[in-house]
């Protein structure tokens, strides 16, 4: 049972517009949420993250969105640049040590 | 370099062999990780230290695998009698101390099992 879901396995994007990136979990204890981005042959690098008591994180062209009583954050990237091409994988955690990761999304950005 | 270094990147090895994986982690770091991600999967958590505590090995899969971090730093990750179905991509990823740490990733270990 998927406690993250990342129901979108890929996307596309024009280079310039917007990148909208979702994430549904199911734990309701879970009150940290993180975002990585991963290149082919390379490890996850951390990009974003929100804890449980706001509802908004924003660190330049990256904004995550949270919505508690759905159960759903989003990763907004605008503008898209062709270097965003890359698979993001959303994580939550209970207990801020043990963290769970969604399946990953496969971005496209299209120049 | 001071991020998170993993070895080999690339292991072939014959169904039934043993491997040992490597992963130095940033120094300071006490918290470490490893994960495993199968072709087209996402990232499967295995195992879990943090600094002297007793590890967390709820993810390991079966008991052919097993871990350990010596002196608080270097941790290897080793696969006893591997079946092609541990074929994957193993990551490496290591913390500061405390809730709420991003962890940083190794570029991790390719293992193919032939």
């Known amino acids: 049972d998927q406690q993250v879901k990342q129901n979108s396995p890929s996307l596309s994007v024009q280079e310039g517009r917007i990148s909208i990136l979702n994430c549904d979990y199911t734990n309701s204890m879970f009150d940290y949420f993180l975002w990585y981005k991963k290149y082919p042959a390379e490890g996850p690098t951390f990009l974003i993250s929100i804890s449980s008591i706001k509802d908004k994180n924003e660190d330049r062209r990256f904004t995550v969105f949270l919505n508690k009583s759905a159960k759903h954050l989003s990763l907004h990237i605008v503008p898209s640049q062709p270097g965003d091409s890359a698979v993001y994988f959303c994580a939550a955690s209970a207990n801020g040590q043990n963290f769970v990761f969604g399946p990953g999304t496969r971005l496209s950005v299209l120049p | 370099g001071a991020g998170v270094s993993q070895s080999p990147s690339n292991k072939v090895t014959e169904k039934g062999k043993d491997v040992e994986l490597r992963c130095d982690p940033i120094s300071g770091h006490t918290a470490l990780y490893w994960y495993r991600q199968s072709l087209g999967q996402g990232l499967e958590f295995l195992i879990y230290f943090q600094g002297n505590s007793a590890p967390d090995k709820s993810g390991l899969p079966s008991d052919r695998f097993s871990a350990e971090r010596t002196g608080g730093s270097v941790s290897t990750l080793t696969i006893q009698r591997t079946q092609q179905e541990d074929s994957a991509v193993y990551l490496c990823?290591?913390?500061?101390?405390?809730?709420?740490?991003?962890?940083?990733f190794g570029d991790g270990t390719r293992l193919s099992i032939l």
């Open positions: 990823a290591s913390s500061l101390q405390g809730s709420n740490q991003p962890q940083h």
